[in-house]
């Protein structure tokens, strides 16, 4: 708990006159799960279209809720703070307009599908491009806490021109300044909508390194494969069958393992073994699975759910995988209705749900949704190297829980900050109040994870202060105890240039961050075009000497020729959120 002498700031209400947040339509993403995945979820779950945060969960209430309080800091100029008991009774005021809140994520899976579409020569649906997903794609360096729980790392750098932007992006396409004047870049060099007195502020939030592998405790695994007509494309079924070949090499000898399949019905192929003596029975019955008929994923999960029940183990880890395309056609398609046939075994047994996708084609919003109420995640895997990947680097050591419930709350001091924008997170956020009610569903977060939120600021100019102060909750998961670390930010620390500038994974985000918001064609201020990001991004692999920047690389020349050399929409009308009078 939260102590109750910690101050509380009161803000006004968001303006507005302003137009209204600008949104990707958010059609969830059954990808990169078992990366990321038997670890982390975030879910506050979207609603039925994917796009709206689903902040109340009636079948979490943990101990010690305080009832739903925003994190007492960066109190507004000209009024007291408050005692955090004297706001209980306060409920219904309105929530500070300088507060964002929103529940963590690490899920990957919207990133992995655009790479895949890419190649294929198609760009993304716009409504399938989670900027947050496309961040937390990329290892990041920041401090690791000693014990569980999280260090929180706040920082940026000033967003100037990045040169081979695009038109529109000269002088006058600037944000508007106090004194209404126009400022734009005056070098005559791209800009995107704006980069004056704007900054990146970068919130990295990191647990501790995962033990080793002996170290972690047993697992309990329910996979559940579609093996529907469609799984017969090539990249689906036979990837399904290569990962699950690889893990069961990689689980330990006191792991265990059970296989439901599903196309029109489903059907129990392995009730719930032990690896130990029996990998070669596994393999033999993952190397029989062919695709049948039509896809009841409903019968399936509900099927691989009463699996995990039958085989649940006191003191493991007990987790149900759905690896599919998502393209359910046959018996309940909508992923609130499947869950509810099986929360008893969620709230009873505490099993979650993760999704493992494959295929050009697949259901992205049907899985995001099915996952996030399953209190899981999506990873996806497009090909043999991103299965060993996700099964054999990632998963076995990330089995088990840090944090659950996990979110994050940034306060701005209205005294330097004028703006601020959170990119991505549209189906993570929390309401304010919320932050501190822990009954309201968040994120689960595991070992050796990394989350990165990026705003896009502006500061006032010639105020120095406090920018940002960012503050982490999260319940153990053993005791349900709730715990809190807190990061602040200062003007004087972000006077650096981010293009060039010292910190080279800083550069990585904003690169993944500006990618994203072009594909769903938004207007981010100082938004180069796709040639100078893909260029950005070339220095930087040389750089860094990672290949998974070498493939952002490659992803963004491959978008940049698909829109024929065009870096896509910017000066588009200046943003609004955020604004702080």
């Not at 306060?90 to 890419?118: H, I, K, N, Q, W």
């Not at 990329?138 to 000033?158: H, I, L, M, T, W």
């Not at 209404?180 to 870049?185: F, H, L």
């Not at 080793?212 to 047993?218: I, Q, W």
Request: proline share 6%; with cysteine; hydrophobic share 35%.
């Amino acid at each position: 708990m939260y102590e109750a002498g910690r101050q509380e700031q009161h803000g006004g209400e968001r303006e507005s006159g302003g137009p209204a947040r600008r949104r990707g339509k958010r059609v969830g993403g059954l990808a990169l799960l078992l990366a990321g995945g038997l670890l982390l979820t975030a879910c506050s779950a979207s609603s039925g279209d994917g796009t709206t945060a689903d902040r109340n969960s009636a079948a979490r209430k943990g101990p010690g809720a305080a009832g739903g309080q925003p994190a007492p800091d960066a109190a507004a100029p000209g009024q007291s703070g408050q005692g955090f008991e004297a706001d209980r009774a306060r409920p219904e005021r309105a929530a500070p307009d300088y507060l964002s809140t929103f529940a963590l994520d690490v899920d990957t899976a919207s990133y992995g599908y655009a790479r895949r579409v890419l190649g294929d020569g198609r760009l993304p649906e716009p409504g399938a491009v989670r900027p947050e997903e496309f961040v937390n794609s990329f290892r990041q360096e920041y401090e690791r806490p000693r014990g569980n729980g999280f260090a929180v790392s706040v920082d940026g750098a000033r967003i100037d021109a990045l040169q081979g932007g695009g038109p529109g992006a000269g002088p006058g396409n600037g944000p508007e300044t106090d004194s209404g004047a126009g400022s734009g870049d005056e070098s005559g060099t791209a800009g995107g909508t704006g980069a004056a007195d704007w900054s990146l502020l970068r919130v990295g939030l990191a647990t501790k390194a995962a033990p080793p592998a002996a170290e972690r405790p047993p697992a309990a695994l329910t996979f559940v494969v579609d093996i529907s007509g469609s799984m017969a494309e090539p990249g689906r079924l036979d990837l399904v069958r290569k990962s699950l070949m690889i893990l069961t090499d990689e689980l330990r000898d006191n792991d265990s393992i059970a296989l439901v399949t599903f196309s029109d019905e489903a059907e129990t192929r392995l009730p719930m073994t032990r690896l130990q003596g029996n990998r070669n029975r596994i393999k033999d019955v993952v190397g029989e699975l062919a695709p049948a008929q039509s896809t009841n994923a409903a019968a399936g999960i509900t099927l691989g759910y009463e699996e995990s029940v039958k085989g649940h183990r006191k003191g493991v880890t007990n987790r149900v995988v759905l690896l599919s395309d998502a393209l359910a056609n046959t018996g309940e398609t909508r992923a609130e209705s499947i869950l509810e046939k099986i929360e008893s075994a969620r709230r009873e047994y505490g099993i979650t749900l993760f999704g493992v996708g494959a295929g050009s084609d697949y259901g992205d919003a049907f899985m995001e949704r099915l996952t996030n109420k399953g209190d899981g995640n999506t990873t996806y895997v497009g090909d043999e190297e991103q299965a060993r990947k996700v099964f054999v680097d990632q998963l076995p050591a990330h089995l088990e829980i840090r944090a659950r419930d996990a979110k994050a709350q940034v306060a701005f001091d209205r005294k330097t900050v004028r703006q601020f924008r959170l990119i991505g997170y549209e189906n993570r956020e929390v309401a304010d109040e919320d932050f501190r009610d822990d009954s309201v569903d968040a994120g689960e977060v595991g070992p050796g994870h990394t989350v990165t939120a990026l705003y896009a600021v502006r500061l006032r100019p010639g105020t120095p202060g406090t920018v940002a102060t960012a503050t982490v909750r999260w319940l153990d998961p053993k005791t349900r105890e709730a715990h809190e670390e807190t990061g602040t930010l200062r003007t004087d620390a972000i006077g650096g240039a981010l293009w060039g500038g010292e910190s080279e994974r800083l550069q990585v985000a904003a690169v993944a961050a500006y990618f994203a918001d072009d594909l769903r064609d938004g207007d981010l201020p100082g938004a180069p075009g796709l040639g100078a990001l893909a260029s950005r991004a070339s220095e930087l692999a040389e750089a860094t000497g990672d290949s998974s920047v070498r493939k952002l690389a490659t992803a963004v020349s491959d978008a940049n020729r698909l829109r024929g050399g065009s870096p896509g929409p910017d000066g588009g009308p200046e943003p609004t959120e955020g604004e702080i009078r």
